[in-house]
């Protein structure tokens, strides 16, 4: 076998992966600390590339002040969507909750092909270009980007939460909300800061993918991939959706080379009933005892 | 009573749609002493608890502490200035140890920064050894837990797990504490031990008692001061031994022994 090819499909695989490790964190910290399953994660990183063009080519401004204007814009709806849909709906059943994310990610999805048409766009350029060899092997410039911005944004999470006090609150939001809220932890903040990050963290990767690959109005499917990711890393794990993204980014990579395109959401898919089978919980998920 | 009341609640009533959970409901918790609530089941208790941490709001009425009114005060803001809590069914951090369980009792004192604990020095280091060394030397070996402190919680008895709630309730540093049935599902042993802590906390830290409790033994053994709900209004109160003579507090439990008092009764709500 050509190692060098391997190399470079393992290494676009781990770039691609990098980038549903990213989305799968925003997945993670709003299961974590709502317990919502958020489908409307993929429609909001959409539009976190729509916010990037329409900042920097609708207005024309520099692309490194239309990056964090996008990155804000996620932040402020997923706050909005906290508060106007999400918290109205506290103590419905989950299907409840989970059914007004996908009406949500439909909106979403309409409103972009309303304000910019169906068809695909391009981003502007702004990343450099300069080709990068690990080794001999190429890899494309905007993956390694990628890669090492998802990384940053991961590391920074995994440090936030494990030292800071935000940290805390939010691992105990998630392990018993009556209890966090009655040693003064103020729940309902925990609940918006989870949706706020997780969306800016969603548009932000959503300007890394479109940069990539363009983006259009169906990009929100991305989101699912990100389902399998979370679901084989753990709904509730950090760490999980780390591992997870990476798996999946090299299967998906491995499968695409060696057996064929077609072949990659089949063994995307077989890996997850695998692994459903042996860890129901995913690979870092919480195991629910339940004591009778 | 001559200890002056830390906590008042007068004229709160709380309903959920139709039902109505507390109806002008009023008492007051002298300071430095042990107020039980009692009642049959459905009387209202847990929601009186809730209403008072802040869970619920009530419709009408007030609750003041410490000479302060919790008027619009949210639950963690209750809970920093001082009003701890236990619950009915455990709410203990699960997957986190006994000693991680504790320590989130001080979260709402703590000051420290988000760049201070990323580093772990300075204020944050010094908070972290003064609340390790006070946790280790007070609660833990006060409530008789050391072999368990890093134990997941999950793993652990009844009992136990109720010892730990209460030892995260101390670590928030109340000046009053709030038991929602203690005792519940204990055995002789285990409720003569958290009568003892009861009692000691109550003696040595100083801290007001506020608990709900079923165990008529142990509240009459404990407490200074006995509330009697029913249907969601006090039907008496006083020293343990005036509310066990008191008519009204006899017919709620037994019923009133005369068939003509309940279609009295029915009678008179109809009306």
């Not at chain 2, 906590?7 to 008492?27: P, T």
């Not at chain 2, 280091?125 to 368990?148: N, S, T, V």
């Not at chain 2, 997941?152 to 009992?159: A, E, I, N, P, R």
């Amino acid at each position: 076998m050509d190692t060098l090819f391997l190399a470079e499909v393992t290494l676009a695989g781990l770039g691609a992966g990098a980038l549903y490790a990213l989305t799968g964190v925003a997945f993670v910290l709003i299961y974590k600390a709502t317990r919502v399953v958020n489908l409307a994660i993929g429609e909001i990183l959409m539009l976190g590339g729509y916010a990037f063009l329409g900042f920097a080519a609708g207005l024309g401004l520099s692309p490194w002040l239309a990056l964090p204007l996008a990155i804000a814009a996620g932040g402020a709806l997923g706050w909005l969507v906290e508060r106007a849909l999400i918290r109205p709906m506290l103590g419905e059943s989950p299907i409840s909750v989970f059914m007004v994310t996908i009406g949500l990610g439909s909106i979403l999805a309409g409103v972009v092909q309303l304000g910019w048409g169906a068809d695909p766009l391009r981003l502007p350029e702004f990343m450099p270009s300069t080709p990068v060899f690990i080794g001999e092997a190429y890899l494309a410039p905007k993956v390694a980007i990628g890669f090492v911005a998802a990384a940053v944004v991961i590391g920074l999470f995994l440090a936030l939460f494990r030292f800071s006090r935000g940290g805390v609150a939010l691992k105990a939001t998630a392990a018993d909300q009556g209890a966090a809220y009655s040693v003064g932890i103020d729940v309902p903040r925990v609940f918006s800061v989870a949706w706020i990050l997780a969306c800016a963290t969603a548009a932000g990767a959503g300007v890394l993918i479109g940069a990539i690959g363009g983006i259009s109005p169906t990009m929100g499917v991305f989101g699912l991939s990100v389902l399998v990711v979370v679901i084989i890393g753990g709904l509730d794990s950090i760490a999980g959706a780390l591992v997870g993204g990476l798996l999946i980014g090299l299967v998906e990579a491995l499968a695409g080379a060696f057996l064929g395109g077609e072949f990659k959401l089949v063994v995307t898919f077989a890996l997850l009933l695998v692994l459903l089978m042996v860890r129901p919980y995913g690979l870092f998920g919480t195991h629910e005892i339940e004591r009778l | 009573m001559t200890a002056s009341p830390i906590l008042e609640v007068s004229g709160v009533s709380l309903a959920f749609g139709g039902v109505r959970a507390l109806n002008d409901v009023s008492f007051t918790v002298p300071e430095g002493a042990i107020t039980a609530v009692i009642g049959p089941n459905g009387a209202g208790k847990t929601s009186l608890f809730n209403t008072i941490s802040g869970f619920y709001r009530p419709q009408s009425g007030s609750i003041r502490f410490a000479g302060e009114s919790l008027d619009g005060v949210r639950a963690p803001q209750r809970a920093a200035r001082g009003l701890a809590r236990t619950f009915q069914n455990i709410a203990l951090f699960r997957g986190m140890t006994v000693l991680d369980n504790i320590k989130l009792g001080r979260h709402a004192h703590m000051r420290t920064g988000v760049l201070d604990a990323l580093f772990y020095w300075g204020r944050a280091q010094k908070e972290e050894l003064e609340l390790r060394a006070e946790i280790e030397e007070r609660i833990i070996d006060f409530l008789e837990i050391q072999h368990i402190r890093n134990a997941s919680v999950g793993t652990l008895s009844y009992g136990l797990q109720k010892r730990v709630e209460l030892a995260r309730a101390l670590a928030m540093r109340p000046r009053i504490l709030m038991l929602d049935e203690p005792v519940a599902g204990m055995n002789r042993e285990e409720t003569e031990d958290m009568a003892r802590f009861i009692l000691d906390v109550k003696e040595e830290w100083g801290v007001t008692i506020l608990m709900v409790e079923h165990d008529m033994g142990m509240v009459m053994d404990i407490s200074d001061h006995v509330v009697v709900l029913n249907f969601g209004q006090v039907i008496a109160s006083g020293t343990p031994r005036e509310v066990q003579g008191n008519d009204a507090v006899v017919a709620a439990y037994l019923g009133s022994g005369d068939v003509g008092a309940i279609a009295r009764r029915i009678k008179a709500e109809a009306a």
